[in-house]
């Protein structure tokens, strides 16, 4: 079992900057991929950035790329989201997800991961 607790949502706006965190307890955090999914109102969650398990390996939707950056920090048990030049389109509830995967793999679906953080509202607005 896996315990992930994400914070540093807030409003914000537009060109602003924000850095999410998710902090996990319970099992070994390295035996987990990371990733971060967000859904906006009305729309479907949709992937947003991933790292592996040593955090060598990142992978980003496009829309987010240049301006969003993943990492973790092991010895904290903790996954960041650093976000930049945000836009309104930003708008969600931002929540990471924890998944079981071999050295070198990055979680991109949903459907991949095991644990499920509560969720942190962004919110991208003048």
């Known amino acids: 079992q896996v315990q992930l607790v994400e914070s540093g949502g807030g409003l914000v706006q537009p060109g602003g900057s924000l850095t999410l965190s998710c902090a996990a307890s319970?099992?070994?955090?390295?035996?987990?991929?990371m990733g971060w999914f967000r859904q906006a109102p009305g729309k479907e969650r949709e992937f947003v950035a991933g790292?592996?398990?040593?955090?060598?390996?990142?992978y980003y939707t496009d829309s987010v790329k240049g301006r969003f950056t993943i990492s973790r920090d092991n010895a904290k048990n903790t996954v960041y989201l650093q976000m930049n030049s945000l836009k309104p389109e930003d708008t969600a509830v931002y929540s990471c997800?924890?998944?079981?995967?071999?050295?070198?793999?990055?979680?991109?679906?949903?459907?991949?991961?095991?644990?499920w953080g509560q969720g942190t509202q962004v919110t991208v607005s003048s």
């Open positions: 997800l924890a998944g079981r995967a071999r050295t070198g793999a990055v979680l991109t679906s949903a459907r991949a991961g095991d644990y």
């Open positions: 319970g099992r070994a955090f390295t035996d987990y991929a």
């Open positions: 790292v592996s398990r040593s955090g060598g390996v990142t």
